[in-house]
């Protein structure tokens, strides 16, 4: 199954992207898709997480760990779930004198455990995690209320 990479520089500093990243009790909020989510346990640099989604009105659950560089990086692993495999990484860089802009690098590879989902939800997924990174920009642009709109 895929493996996707995408590459976008934002308006808003590494540490606030970072924060709408790993503030995955506020997803329900943005990502459309995204039922639920809850964290199961944390500490100074991983915590656990479960997530709901809904593809085409088909409803499945996860967990994850992610592994935290704080304010820099994020590692996500399957833990459990409709998945053969999920691993999935942000890296937020800083970009230009004061770090004012942040390049985001993302990546996610999947498979699902299950040949129908894979065949029915598997086009579906890619699309959605295609637009991920503009779905955070979006999120950035309201919380932090960006002026350009850019």
Not at 102 to 107: C, E, L
Not at 125 to 150: C, L, N, W
Request: proline share 6%; hydrophobic share 35%; aromatic share 12%.
């Amino acid at each position: 199954m895929p493996r996707i990479k995408i590459n976008e520089t934002v308006p808003f500093t590494a540490q606030q992207m970072y924060d709408l990243v790993v503030d995955v009790d506020r997803y329900p909020e943005f990502l459309k898709w995204c039922v639920a989510t809850r964290k199961l346990s944390e500490s100074e640099n991983a915590f656990e997480a479960e997530m709901t989604v809904m593809f085409k009105g088909v409803r499945e659950k996860f967990r994850t760990r992610d592994e935290l560089v704080p304010g820099r990086q994020v590692d996500i692993k399957l833990l459990s779930g409709p998945f053969h495999h999920l691993d999935s990484q942000w890296i937020f860089t800083p970009v230009g004198t004061g770090g004012e802009r942040t390049r985001i690098d993302f990546m996610i590879d999947f498979k699902f455990r299950n040949p129908v989902l894979n065949m029915t939800l598997g086009p579906v997924f890619t699309v959605i995690s295609k637009q991920m990174v503009g779905e955070y920009r979006k999120r950035a642009q309201h919380v932090y209320r960006d002026p350009t709109g850019s």
